[in-house]
């Protein structure tokens, strides 16, 4: 396809660019999942201990959930997938050198908000991206993020089993990660989906939306409760 956006950039561009973002964070998120059973032994950590822990990472999710909305119809979400992107893959390493449980509690505070601030940007840019399309390409973003995390955890196993140290694993990651991140920001979406449109800054969803929203929580739930312990 030529089709081109209102930069110039031919939309197969744009759509490699979303893509690769996507993949970055799957790859990070499978790198941190397999890095849990080594921040347990590190921190000497019961397994009820470790599970308050956790909780950390989705409380810094979800409190910054009306923040990050806020953020992208401030400021575009390019510039948050920017902020957001290098701020999840720094992070990531900060967690293979926090060595108190309080330490470890922050920076999952703050890896779970960066988190939110990539995802939430980066879905808004492929909303953008699919304007650009004639058929239904969104699924194969998300499909790019499953197969990323499939990577990322054969990544984390081949060095493991070289006997890599976990804190190097998490700094090359970051460090492979901010290369794309470099190389590829440039053809994302200078406008979002519906950018113009003024929207309040709180509604509250109907009852399609909670049943939907319902749904997804039961989905993150297990996901979650898979990636957590399915390493221990």
């Known amino acids: 396809m030529n089709q ?15 893509t690769v973002f996507f ?17 347990q032994q590190k921190l000497h950590l019961t397994d009820a201990a470790l599970g308050t822990l956790l909780i950390s990472l989705p409380a810094g999710l979800m409190l ?38 309080w330490q470890m509690a922050v920076v999952l505070f703050a890896f779970g908000a960066s988190r939110n601030l990539f995802n939430i940007s980066i ?8 304007q650009l399309y004639q058929k239904s390409i969104i699924a194969s973003f998300h499909g790019v993020w499953s197969i990323a995390s499939l990577v990322g955890a054969a990544f984390a196993s081949i060095l493991i089993s070289l006997g890599a140290m976990p804190e190097f694993r998490l ?3 970051t460090g492979l990660s901010l290369v794309l991140i ?20 709180f509604a509250l969803p109907d009852k399609s939306l909670l049943n939907l929203g319902l749904i997804a929580f039961c ?14």
């Open 4 to 18: 081109k956006n209102e930069q110039g950039i031919p939309a197969v561009k744009i759509r490699l660019a979303v």
């Open 23 to 39: 993949f970055v964070s799957g790859f990070v998120y499978a790198n941190w999942a397999s890095s849990i059973p080594h921040l």
């Open 64 to 101: 910054t959930m009306p923040l990050s909305a806020w953020l992208i119809g401030k400021y575009k979400s390019r510039n948050i997938v920017l902020g957001g992107a290098i701020l999840y893959v720094l992070l990531l390493s900060c967690i293979g050198f926090a060595d108190k449980v």
């Open 123 to 130: 879905n808004t840019q492929s909303i953008g991206v699919q």
């Open 171 to 173: 700094v090359l990651v």
């Open 182 to 201: 470099v190389i590829f920001w440039g053809n994302t979406l200078e406008t979002s989906a519906n950018a113009d449109a003024k929207k309040p800054a």
């Open 219 to 232: 989905c993150m739930l297990c996901e979650g409760t898979m990636s957590d312990w399915s390493g221990i």
